[in-house]
């Protein structure tokens, strides 16, 4: 096992920023591209001196895969996502599907796969193993959790905070989709104050504030 931490690249991408993130485990230079939104060649200048290994995707919203047939032409690699229900029934062929608590090597290292459903029910997150940070793609951001389309998506959003974000540490790192990375520790006030209020029939962008 190595002792050397995983090396995390990230870009924003596409016309309303999204960030797709790379990482690079730093002994046998051996990486994952982590949502190929768009502008395929900052997406392989982000894969620079590594050896890609897979193409991973947090969830089917069309900026996040924007790009994503272009790399797979390009990378000749597999593709991992959760099963589905994918956006608007579109056709994933992925090469490996991915569920809640499964695995993904990167070189010496592994990622761990949480399945965080309420913006969409194809969301998971990465969490490096042995390490704080996790990549949540659209599940939360600093400022509040995913977007969601119907009062149902939101009440599952609140039992993704409830059973899944608020139980891992305060020194977890969260890198989202869109805007700055934050450590959870410094949020979870925000987000229990946020699940002790009656939302009733809510749904679309929440504040941790509202
Ligand atoms: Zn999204």
Redesign the pocket.
Known sequence: MSTLPTELRARSVGPWPMNTYALVCPDTRQSVLIDPGADPDTLQEMLAETVPAAILIT?T?P??VGALDEMRTRLNIPVMAYPGPHFENMVLSADRWLNHGDRVKVGEHSLKVYHTPG??GD?ICFGIEGDNRIVV??TIFEGGP??TWSAEDFQTTLKTLRDIILVWPDDTVCYP?HGPAFRLGDRRADIEAFLTKDHREFFGDATWEM
């Open positions: 969830h919203h900026d996040h913006h969409i969301i793609g659209d995913g977007k989709g």
